[in-house]
């Protein structure tokens, strides 16, 4: 029978393979069908991700997953980078089965990264600070990286990060390459280039501005905008008036406008 732990893990699992969108609803009736269980599992399901900050309640809109704002987004990578900075400093060597793992996960991201499966690849980018964390032997860390990467997931799908995912998998291969020397000091400041990268690739505000949509709304309206300079026609023959110039219409691209949804989970 599945189980709330069975549901919460699922859609942490489609969160990080990008198969759930920032604000995709999480209905309970619908879950309950798709997992064959009653809808107190699927609430409580939904109760545990709500702790650990993977989705929210609302009275109108149900259960849904959140849509973290720009500060949000600062802070998870903040902490991120406080955890796994962290983990990496504290460490005095990586024995060769913790090395053989990380070598196995990126030899699945490469071939991820080389087929069609965008899911697969997301998963696997996002999974590598985990499974680095249980290989140093962290299982609750490791935990704590699943949701924190999660949620850097949904800010990256938020915020249109343009980072590169064989950007992603060569900064990992760097890593384990300097773990593997003994190289600790390096590998942790590659994390951080690392994490640094993946943050300054999103689309993000330089500085917060809790004013700035009704700022731009308030400006002056310029009533006046000066004309271009044109070149001085050129006398027209004696006789024949000049032709007027025909007027050309822009006709603005269609938008796209793609609404969100539940996903494929199985």
């Known amino acids: 029978m599945t189980s709330a732990t069975d549901i919460s893990n699922r859609i942490i699992e489609a969160v990080m393979a990008q198969k759930l969108a920032p604000g995709s609803r999480l209905g309970e009736q619908q879950l309950a069908m798709l997992f064959d269980c009653s809808r107190t599992i699927v609430r409580e399901a939904l109760t ?16 849904y997953v959140i849509e973290p704002s ?29 090395v053989r793992q990380l070598k196995n996960h990126l030899q699945r991201e490469k071939a991820a990264l080389a087929g069609s499966d965008v899911g697969a690849r997301s998963f696997l980018l996002g999974d590598f600070h985990v499974c680095l964390a249980e290989c140093l032997g962290n299982s609750l860390l490791a935990d704590t990286l699943r949701d924190f990467t999660a949620r850097t997931t949904l800010i990256a799908m938020l915020y249109q990060s343009s980072h590169d995912a064989a950007q992603s998998c ?23 280039e690392h994490i640094g990268t993946v943050q300054d690739a999103l689309r993000l505000q330089a500085a917060h501005d809790p004013l700035a949509e009704l700022r731009d709304a308030l400006a002056p309206v310029r009533k006046s905008a000066a004309a271009p300079e044109a070149a001085a026609p050129a006398t027209p023959a004696k006789g024949r008036a000049p032709r007027k110039a025909a007027a ?16 494929a989970l199985l």
């Open 170 to 192: 060569a900064d990992h291969v760097r890593i384990v390459e300097a773990l593997e020397a003994g190289d600790i000091a390096r590998a942790e400041a590659l994390m951080s």
């Open 70 to 98: 720009e500060d949000e987004a600062r802070e998870a990578f903040e902490a991120r980078r406080v955890i796994e900075l962290g983990l990496l400093h504290q460490l005095k060597s990586v024995d060769k089965a913790a």
């Open 48 to 63: 545990r991700l709500s702790t650990r900050g993977i989705v929210t309640v609302s009275a109108r809109r149900g259960w």
């Open 248 to 263: 050309k219409k822009s006709v603005p691209p269609p938008s796209d406008d793609a609404s969100t949804y539940l996903g």
